[in-house]
């Protein structure tokens, strides 16, 4: 699979172009990571509506606005307290380092990933807030159409 690499707003991202490619990327590697969120907060991937609508997405590469991007709430407020992971302050701990490594080493990242219908953030939190600490205005993104 081709992934150029893209600057847009002062930021590097590798990129797929292909929609093809976007929709085999999304439907296996991050399909793997999805399900074992899934089964980490005790739901069953088989039973998820995220997942089960998944193969049936049309996927894009876009240039977009990162103020029109939402945030789940669902995800933003997560808690697990037997494990004692509270997502919002994992993020903003992994935000933090990422930022200061593409200050730092102009790190490549990959674009976030957004539903089309409502412009949700789906994957990319750590990669959204990051760029937001960095006052950049727009971004790259994988969108999802049904």
């Not at 690499?5 to 490619?21: A, C, K």
């Not at 606005?65 to 933003?76: H, K, V």
């Not at 490594?101 to 990933?113: D, G, L, M, Y």
Request: neutral net charge.
């Amino acid at each position: 699979m081709k992934t150029p690499i893209r600057r847009l707003d002062g930021i590097s991202y590798w990129v797929i172009e292909d929609p093809d490619g976007i929709y085999d990327f999304i439907n296996t590697e991050l399909r793997r990571e999805w399900e074992e969120d899934a089964r980490s907060e005790g739901r069953d991937p088989k039973e998820d509506a995220w997942l089960k609508a998944l193969p049936k997405r049309r996927w894009t590469l876009e240039k977009t606005r990162i103020d029109l991007i939402g945030l789940d709430p669902r995800i933003m407020n997560y808690v697990d307290v037997e494990r004692g992971y509270v997502f919002q302050e994992s993020l903003t701990k992994r935000s933090q380092e990422l930022k200061e490594t593409i200050e730092k080493f102009a790190s490549v990242i990959w674009p976030v990933i957004a539903k089309k219908e409502d412009f949700m953030l789906v994957d990319g939190y750590c990669r959204y807030t990051a760029l937001k600490a960095l006052h950049v205005s727009k971004t790259y993104a994988y969108v999802g159409s049904l």
